[in-house]
């Protein structure tokens, strides 16, 4: 069954816009619009950044490395769990072998 898109208003540095989603998809983007507001903002407030394009590109920036970032953490993350459950995996084999042996 194919769900018809919903036209939500979200507003972002005191512009609206109208964007198309899925309604099982509104609260994720009002979340993520109202989040992409905020890192706007604070950009802005810092006095470094001039322009609403050149904010919205370093906020575009500082989000994708951050995700990138977790990313990579997360990849991380995966390896080492992977080697530990290999080891892990190796004692559980050599005591099972051992153990094989003392009942010979």
């Known amino acids: 069954m194919t769900q018809t898109a919903n036209t939500v208003r979200v507003t972002i540095m005191g512009k609206e816009y109208q964007v198309s989603c899925p309604p099982d998809e509104v609260d994720a983007l009002t979340r993520a619009a109202q989040f992409l507001d905020g890192q706007m903002e604070t950009i802005r407030a810092s006095g470094k950044v001039v322009g609403l ?4 590109v370093m906020a575009a920036l500082n989000i994708t490395n951050d995700y990138l970032s ?7 993350t995966k390896d080492a769990v992977g080697q530990r459950l290999e080891s892990l995996n190796n004692k559980v084999e050599t005591a099972l072998a051992n153990h094989k042996q003392l009942d010979l």
């Open 53 to 56: 394009d050149r904010v919205a």
């Open 70 to 76: 977790g990313q990579n953490i997360l990849h991380e």
